[in-house]
């Protein structure tokens, strides 16, 4: 079970919040397994500091005892030299096995965070996804799950591990030579530390600064991908490489600046490591003319001061990088902070679908509170009957749709399936009983058989195929090389606007919902396919729940009920020979698109030609 990640309270800091964030990741829940690997990680490092620190010293008798004049045993020199390197291999072999085994750890770490992230993003609101901009938010993304493994192998086996082996040191420097040895490294460590995390906070807003133009640089080159047919269409090519180069010259700059920062870094962390080499080994010397240390000393100082430059130089780096991470993960979990608007209540219990009875209760509604779209809308489709919403562009057609499946909840009134209010059952069982062919229908860059399949995953390929009938796509689909597996393009431009709209239809008919929904199911279709897949929608809506929002008046003939909006209130409703007699809104609607209709046979007539799709087919 992923681990819940809980926003801390306000005041905390942006870092502070990003490290209580991963506390759970680093600490998994209910994951003995892995908190054993933590523990013994944590041990094989002990383990590794701790034959680090006697290098120096194996190093320094063993100069003492190959020294000229010097008394010793015969095997004294070889044993120490011996026990040099066996320090020196089992601080490199503890090491390793650390590493090995925390990996389990920090890679179970990124795949958890980056589920959570994902998961989340699917949970939030219609309105988080109409507003975002993918190509900064993937960015972001990526570079946030990228930092994680850095974030837990750094904060754990190297921030705290070098500074206690920098204490490790110091203390032995003191017990071997005196205060001023100790006091001379403690110095040299706490000013190298200070400044480095004074530079490395300063670079932060650089860094910041470098990741916002990288994702500003990369949402324009996205979206401009995106939208490559309009971007032809109106010749756009240059005014678009124009905006990206911008953008791209912004990040450069900022790019330079975050190196040239990095190099007053390096140059200043150098600087103080070599003051202090300079200040211990000169105090060193002068001990040695006083006949206060031996030569061994000498180079076991020497080689202590070399080895604690080390962790020195990779605290600096460790620190930079720390801090980057932690610029990198904050705009990630600050997507987890995200309020998802449109959330089930607390024990919210799927919905029962008894025979798919849709109500819309007074619904006042706005995407935006000062602008309302729908002014209290009511009407119901009895279980198994078909309602028809038409009315002119703007009238909040498409509205009905997204609040039945609850991407808003509205401001007033309820909607209900069998008298149950969608905002006190489940959202996936919600639409889960729903079936839609959406007015602008989006496929997945895959193939022709896995969008179908899309909609039960797991349906047989008889069923797919099936419903690939209903939607007289079938034949199509066969005369192309590649047949259900052909590819069929990002947010499928591969394929015609029909050739989609059949895809998004056979979709919905495998689902096999109690509720059926059809948002302009067949505007992109040739009036003889339409005929053809009307006839089919008959049969499969048949005992079902539908509602059809049209513009196209002639495919709502048969509907039970016809609701006609006008700038969101219903203005008038009955049957479809009701409301031509009527002589209202609906009549005159109809007499337009009769004229319209007459218009174009007149010029389909012989002498006119009426234009194909603009788009290539793939059959091509």
Same mark, same amino acid.
């Not at 991470?325 to 979990?333: A, I, N, S, T, Y």
């Not at 991407?407 to 905002?423: E, K, L, S």
């Not at 059809?518 to 006839?535: H, K, P, V």
């Given at each position: 079970m992923t681990p819940p990640i809980t926003p801390p309270p306000e005041k905390s800091s942006g870092d502070l919040r990003t490290i209580r964030s991963l506390l759970p990741y680093l600490w998994p829940a209910n994951e003995p397994g892995l908190r054993l690997r933590v523990v013994l990680a944590v041990f094989c490092l002990l383990l590794a500091k701790a034959a680090n620190v006697t290098i120096p010293l194996v190093y320094g008798r063993a100069v003492d005892a190959l020294s000229p004049g010097r008394e010793h045993l015969a095997l004294l020199p070889l044993t120490i030299i011996l026990g040099y390197g066996l320090a020196r291999l089992s601080a490199a072999l503890f090491d390793q096995l650390r590493s090995a085994v925390f990996q389990h750890v920090a890679q179970r770490a990124i795949r958890r965070v980056a589920l959570t992230v994902f998961r989340h993003l699917h949970a939030l609101s219609l309105r988080f996804h109409v507003e975002r901009q993918t190509g900064g938010l993937s960015r972001s993304i990526e570079r946030g799950t990228n930092a994680i493994d850095n974030i837990l192998s750094f904060a754990l086996f190297n921030v705290v591990p070098t500074l206690v082996e920098l204490a490790l040191a110091a203390g032995i420097l003191w017990h071997l030579f005196g205060v001023n040895y100790a006091i001379a490294t403690v110095a040299t460590v706490g000013i190298y530390i200070f400044y480095t995390i004074k530079v490395a906070n300063w670079r932060m807003s650089i860094r910041r600064a470098m990741n916002e133009s990288d994702s500003a640089a990369n949402t324009k080159a996205i979206d401009s991908l995106l939208n490559a047919e309009t971007v032809k269409y109106f010749v756009a090519e240059e005014h678009e490489a124009r905006r990206y180069d911008e953008a791209l010259a912004k990040y450069e700059r900022h790019a330079v600046r975050t190196q040239t920062s990095l190099a007053w870094l390096n140059i200043g962390q150098s600087f103080i490591i070599a003051l202090g080499l300079t200040v211990v080994m000169t105090m060193s010397a002068y001990a040695i003319e006083?006949?206060?240390?031996?030569? $061994?000393? #000498?180079?076991? %100082?020497?080689?202590? =001061?070399? !080895?604690?430059?080390?962790?020195? $130089?990779? #605290?600096?780096? %460790?620190?930079?990088? =720390?801090? !980057?991470?932690?610029?990198?993960?904050?705009?990630?979990?600050?997507?987890l902070r995200v309020d998802r608007e449109v959330a089930d209540k607390p024990g919210a219990q799927p919905l029962q679908v008894r025979g798919g009875e849709v109500a819309f209760e007074n619904i006042r509604f706005g995407y935006d509170p000062r602008r309302e779209i729908l002014h209290g809308v009511s009407f119901r489709v009895p279980a198994g009957k078909t309602l028809a919403i038409v009315g002119p562009t703007g009238?909040?057609?498409?509205?009905?749709?997204?609040?039945?499946?609850?991407?808003y909840d509205a401001a007033d009134g309820r909607v209900t399936i069998d008298g149950q209010d969608v905002r006190d059952v489940t959202q996936t069982s919600v639409r889960g009983a729903i079936g839609i062919v959406p007015q602008d229908t989006v496929l997945f860059n895959d193939t022709i058989y896995y969008n179908i399949a899309y909609g039960r995953p797991g349906a047989t390929k008889e069923a797919i195929e099936h419903a690939a009938r209903m939607a007289e796509i079938h034949d199509f689909v066969m005369t192309l090389p590649d047949g259900y597996e052909t590819k069929v393009g990002e947010r499928g431009l591969k394929l015609s606007g029909g050739e989609k709209q059949r895809v998004a239809i056979a979709r919905a008919l495998l689902k096999d919902p109690p509720i059926m929904l059809f948002d302009e199911a067949t505007s992109a279709l040739d009036t003889a396919t339409e005929r053809g897949i009307q006839a089919n929608l008959r049969a499969a809506s048949s005992g079902r729940t539908t509602l059809i929002i049209a513009h196209r008046l002639s495919t709502v003939i048969d509907a039970d009920e016809i609701?006609?909006?006008?700038?969101?209130?219903?203005?008038?409703?009955?049957?479809?020979d009701q409301l031509r007699a009527a002589d209202g809104i609906f009549a005159t609607m109809w007499a337009k698109q009769q004229e319209q209709q007459n218009l174009a046979a007149q010029s389909a007539a012989p002498g006119f030609q009426l234009e194909g799709e603009i788009r290539e087919p793939l059959r091509g």
């Amino acid at each position: 079970m992923t681990p819940p990640i809980t926003p801390p309270p306000e005041k905390s800091s942006g870092d502070l919040r990003t490290i209580r964030s991963l506390l759970p990741y680093l600490w998994p829940a209910n994951e003995p397994g892995l908190r054993l690997r933590v523990v013994l990680a944590v041990f094989c490092l002990l383990l590794a500091k701790a034959a680090n620190v006697t290098i120096p010293l194996v190093y320094g008798r063993a100069v003492d005892a190959l020294s000229p004049g010097r008394e010793h045993l015969a095997l004294l020199p070889l044993t120490i030299i011996l026990g040099y390197g066996l320090a020196r291999l089992s601080a490199a072999l503890f090491d390793q096995l650390r590493s090995a085994v925390f990996q389990h750890v920090a890679q179970r770490a990124i795949r958890r965070v980056a589920l959570t992230v994902f998961r989340h993003l699917h949970a939030l609101s219609l309105r988080f996804h109409v507003e975002r901009q993918t190509g900064g938010l993937s960015r972001s993304i990526e570079r946030g799950t990228n930092a994680i493994d850095n974030i837990l192998s750094f904060a754990l086996f190297n921030v705290v591990p070098t500074l206690v082996e920098l204490a490790l040191a110091a203390g032995i420097l003191w017990h071997l030579f005196g205060v001023n040895y100790a006091i001379a490294t403690v110095a040299t460590v706490g000013i190298y530390i200070f400044y480095t995390i004074k530079v490395a906070n300063w670079r932060m807003s650089i860094r910041r600064a470098m990741n916002e133009s990288d994702s500003a640089a990369n949402t324009k080159a996205i979206d401009s991908l995106l939208n490559a047919e309009t971007v032809k269409y109106f010749v756009a090519e240059e005014h678009e490489a124009r905006r990206y180069d911008e953008a791209l010259a912004k990040y450069e700059r900022h790019a330079v600046r975050t190196q040239t920062s990095l190099a007053w870094l390096n140059i200043g962390q150098s600087f103080i490591i070599a003051l202090g080499l300079t200040v211990v080994m000169t105090m060193s010397a002068y001990a040695i003319e006083a006949g206060e240390m031996s030569v $061994g000393d #000498f180079v076991l %100082v020497n080689t202590y =001061l070399l !080895q604690l430059a080390a962790p020195l $130089g990779v #605290f600096g780096w %460790v620190y930079s990088s =720390l801090k !980057q991470g932690l610029v990198d993960m904050e705009k990630m979990f600050e997507l987890l902070r995200v309020d998802r608007e449109v959330a089930d209540k607390p024990g919210a219990q799927p919905l029962q679908v008894r025979g798919g009875e849709v109500a819309f209760e007074n619904i006042r509604f706005g995407y935006d509170p000062r602008r309302e779209i729908l002014h209290g809308v009511s009407f119901r489709v009895p279980a198994g009957k078909t309602l028809a919403i038409v009315g002119p562009t703007g009238a909040g057609k498409s509205t009905i749709s997204r609040l039945l499946f609850r991407f808003y909840d509205a401001a007033d009134g309820r909607v209900t399936i069998d008298g149950q209010d969608v905002r006190d059952v489940t959202q996936t069982s919600v639409r889960g009983a729903i079936g839609i062919v959406p007015q602008d229908t989006v496929l997945f860059n895959d193939t022709i058989y896995y969008n179908i399949a899309y909609g039960r995953p797991g349906a047989t390929k008889e069923a797919i195929e099936h419903a690939a009938r209903m939607a007289e796509i079938h034949d199509f689909v066969m005369t192309l090389p590649d047949g259900y597996e052909t590819k069929v393009g990002e947010r499928g431009l591969k394929l015609s606007g029909g050739e989609k709209q059949r895809v998004a239809i056979a979709r919905a008919l495998l689902k096999d919902p109690p509720i059926m929904l059809f948002d302009e199911a067949t505007s992109a279709l040739d009036t003889a396919t339409e005929r053809g897949i009307q006839a089919n929608l008959r049969a499969a809506s048949s005992g079902r729940t539908t509602l059809i929002i049209a513009h196209r008046l002639s495919t709502v003939i048969d509907a039970d009920e016809i609701v006609v909006l006008e700038k969101g209130r219903v203005a008038e409703r009955g049957t479809f020979d009701q409301l031509r007699a009527a002589d209202g809104i609906f009549a005159t609607m109809w007499a337009k698109q009769q004229e319209q209709q007459n218009l174009a046979a007149q010029s389909a007539a012989p002498g006119f030609q009426l234009e194909g799709e603009i788009r290539e087919p793939l059959r091509g």
